[in-house]
C-alpha cells in the first residue's frame, strides 16, 4: 500500500488508495455524513474581515482543503478553492452567509486536487473571478500533473475513469472492514470514511478543473487599504510551486498544505527547502496561522514540531542512505514513533494514516534527497 499513495501524490487520497478495480458490487450512495463525522466545512471568523471555512473534523482520509475568505474594500478574495464542484457549491454559499460582496481572485495554494477541483462552483457564481496560481502550479495543473481531470467542460471517458477509481477505494476500504483484528477507533474510521466516500461521489460529479487566469513567480500584491494579501512562493516545500498568503496588517498566514494539522502530509515533498521554508514563515511572526487543513493556531508551537519532524526525520535517513542501506530496510530502522505520539497520542486510527501520509511517503522524499535523486510530483 505504501508505493502507490507516494506515487500518485495527494490530489485524489481516496484514488490513491485505489487497488486494482475490482467488479463494482452494491455502491454505498446512499449513505450520508453524520454530524459527528465533522465533514462538512462550517465557516467561522479569524480576524476581522477574514474568515475560515474548514471541516470541524480535522482529519478526513479524503480531507477538503480549508479555505480563507478576505473582505477587501472592492471584493472578496479567496484562498483555494475546495476539492469537488460539490464541495464547491457549499463553499459559495458559506461565503454568501458572510458578505454581499462578490468573490473577486482565488488564489490556489498548490495544484492538489482537495484544494482547486472546487473552483468550477466558484466561477459559476462569480464568472469574473480571478484564479491565481505560482507560475509552478499552473504548469502541473495544465500537465501531466491533473491530465486526469477534464478542462473547460466536463469529459464523460475521464469521469468513468476517476468513477472507476473510487470503486477501488470503496473497494479497499470494505476489504479492510472485514479483517477481524481492527480496533473499535479504527472500525469507526473506515465506517466513517464509506459514509465520507459515498458523499465524496455525489461531489465528483461532472468534474472540471478550472485552470489560472494569472500567474506570477515569486510574489503579488493585491492591494487594499484595510486588507492587503500579499501572495507569496516562499520556497518549495509540500510541493515545488507552493503558495502562501500574508496579510501584513493582521498578521495573518495562510500556509496551504505547507502546514496541515493534526497530519501533515508527506507526499513528494521537498525536505529540507520545506524546513527552510517553514522557518522563514516563523521568522514573519505570525499573530494566526491558517493550515491547509486543521484549526486556526494563534502561535507556532506546532509548525515548530513540524520543522522539528522533518529535521530529525532528513537526520536519521541521511546516514542510512550514505551505507546504501536499502529504503524498506530504512523505514524499518528508523523510528519516529516517539515524534508521531506528539501529533496523534495513541489514537489508534490516526496512528495508522500518521504512517501512510506522513511517515512513509516522507521517508521516501528524505531518501531521494539524501541519494540526490529528484523528486518528481505526483498524478492527480
Ligand atoms: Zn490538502
Known amino acids: 500500500m505504501n508505493r502507490p499513495i507516494a506515487r500518485f501524490g495527494a490530489a485524489v487520497l481516496f484514488a490513491a488508495l485505489a487497488l486494482p478495480a475490482l467488479a463494482h458490487e452494491a455502491s454505498a450512495a446512499s449513505s450520508t455524513?453524520?454530524?459527528?463525522?465533522?465533514?462538512?466545512?462550517?465557516?467561522?471568523?479569524?480576524?476581522?474581515?477574514?474568515?475560515?471555512i474548514a471541516q470541524p473534523q480535522p482529519f478526513h482520509i479524503q480531507p477538503i482543503g480549508n479555505v480563507v475568505v478576505i473582505e477587501q474594500s472592492d471584493g472578496l478574495v479567496l484562498i483555494d478553492a475546495g476539492g469537488s464542484p460539490g464541495a464547491g457549491r457549499r463553499i459559495v454559499e458559506l461565503v454568501r452567509s458572510v458578505s454581499a460582496k462578490p468573490v473577486k481572485a482565488v488564489a490556489i495554494t498548490h495544484w492538489h486536487g482537495?484544494?482547486?477541483?472546487?473552483?468550477?462552483?466558484?466561477?459559476?457564481?462569480?464568472?469574473?473571478a480571478e484564479i491565481i496560481?505560482?507560475?509552478?502550479t499552473d504548469a502541473h495543473l495544465r500537465g501531466r500533473s491533473m491530465k486526469a481531470y477534464a478542462k473547460g467542460s466536463p469529459d464523460a471517458a475521464l469521469q468513468a475513469q476517476f468513477d472507476k477509481r473510487l470503486d477501488g477505494a470503496e473497494t479497499f476500504l470494505r476489504d479492510t472492514l472485514a479483517k477481524p483484528d481492527l480496533s473499535t477507533r479504527e472500525r469507526d474510521g473506515f465506517e466513517a470514511s464509506q459514509r465520507l466516500l459515498a458523499q465524496y461521489r455525489r461531489d465528483t460529479r461532472d468534474l472540471v478543473l478550472v485552470l489560472p487566469t494569472r500567474t506570477f513567480v515569486d510574489s503579488l500584491k493585491l492591494d487594499d487599504a484595510r486588507r492587503p494579501v500579499e501572495l507569496r512562493h516562499p520556497g518549495r516545500g509540500n510541493t515545488d510551486g507552493d503558495l502562501i498568503a500574508w496579510l501584513p496588517r493582521q498578521r495573518v498566514m495562510a500556509t496551504g498544505d505547507l502546514v496541515v494539522a493534526?497530519?501533515?502530509?508527506?507526499?513528494?515533498?521537498y525536505p529540507a527547502d520545506w524546513e527552510r521554508t517553514l522557518r522563514a514563515m516563523?521568522?514573519?511572526?505570525?499573530?494566526?496561522?491558517?493550515?491547509?487543513?486543521?484549526?486556526a493556531m494563534r502561535d507556532d508551537a506546532y509548525v515548530g514540531r513540524v520543522v522539528d519532524l522533518i529535521g530529525r526525520t532528513r537526520d536519521a535517513i541521511a546516514p542510512l542512505a550514505a551505507q546504501g542501506v536499502t529504503i524498506d530496510e530504512a523505514k524499518k530502522r528508523v523510528n519516529l514513533s516517539g515524534d508521531r505520539a506528539h501529533f496523534v497520542g495513541d489514537d489508534a486510527w490516526l496512528?495508522?494514516?500518521?504512517?501512510?501520509?506522513?511517515?512513509?511517503?516522507?521517508?521516501?522524499?528524505a531518501w531521494r534527497e539524501a541519494k540526490g535523486e529528484p523528486i518528481e510530483q505526483g498524478e492527480g
Open 282 to 295: 516563523q521568522a514573519q511572526h505570525p499573530a494566526v496561522w491558517i493550515p491547509g487543513h486543521g484549526a
Open 33 to 52: 455524513p453524520t454530524p459527528q463525522d465533522g465533514y462538512f466545512q462550517t465557516i467561522t471568523p479569524v480576524a476581522e474581515g477574514v474568515w475560515l
Open 133 to 136: 496560481a505560482t507560475d509552478v
Open 351 to 365: 496512528t495508522r494514516w500518521f504512517d501512510r501520509y506522513w511517515t512513509q511517503p516522507f521517508i521516501d522524499a
Open 114 to 128: 482537495d484544494h482547486v477541483l472546487g473552483a468550477t462552483s466558484i466561477v459559476q457564481a462569480w464568472p469574473t
Open 262 to 269: 493534526p497530519i501533515p502530509f508527506g507526499f513528494n515533498a
